[in-house]
């Protein structure tokens, strides 16, 4: 978290590379990252691991154009929201990410970080977020990217005014996807 809240964002590249490193050398097959701000250093470093990263953007780029959407709202830490990191992956699919006005965008960070991280999940926050889909439902918006672990806890679908692309599960499934694939005889 050290180098994530100084923007240290080579870091936190060098930080999952070892790791990658480490689970090439037990015998892994490919890596995934479940926390979304960190796919900003990975994005420096994803081209030197000795295995490939299941990218955690990428899975929900590709379920929001699976489903025909164009726009598509994004909430998670300010580091994420204020990042390249959906923004590119949802650009080259052709959609347009929208992220929370600035003061929208402090408040929802300062409560992932201040509440959710920590398994406190009150009516107050989970209403907070819902105000902030429905601002984007407003704007057009198709569908909201959960683009932190901790907010599928806090929303549901039903909760939501908009579908949801719960960026924790997508990224899970794809793994499951994925390892299937490998374990397949050839």
Not at 44 to 57: D, F, K, T
Not at 90 to 119: H, N, W, Y
Request: include cysteine.
């Amino acid at each position: 978290m050290k180098a994530i809240e100084a923007e240290d964002w080579p870091t936190v590249g060098r930080l999952l590379l070892e790791s990658a490193g480490k689970l090439a050398r037990v015998g892994a097959a490919f890596a995934i990252c479940p926390d979304n701000t960190a796919h900003q250093g990975l994005d420096l470093v994803r081209a030197q691991s000795p295995i490939p990263w299941l990218h955690i953007a990428e899975e929900i780029a590709a379920l929001a154009a699976e489903r025909g959407y164009r726009k598509v709202g994004l909430l998670g830490t300010r580091w994420l929201m204020e990042g390249p990191v959906y923004p590119t992956a949802l650009s080259a699919r052709g959609i347009v990410c929208e992220i929370p006005e600035r003061e929208v965008r402090q408040q929802i960070s300062t409560l992932i970080m201040g509440e959710l991280v920590f398994g406190r999940f009150a009516t107050s926050t989970r209403e907070y977020f819902l105000q902030a889909i429905q601002v984007f439902h407003r704007s057009g918006c198709e569908a909201v990217i959960l683009g932190c672990t901790e907010i599928p806890l806090l929303i549901r679908a039903e909760d939501s005014v908009l579908p949801i692309l719960d960026s924790t599960r997508t990224l899970a499934r794809a793994a499951l996807r994925e390892a299937a694939v490998i374990a397949v005889p050839k």
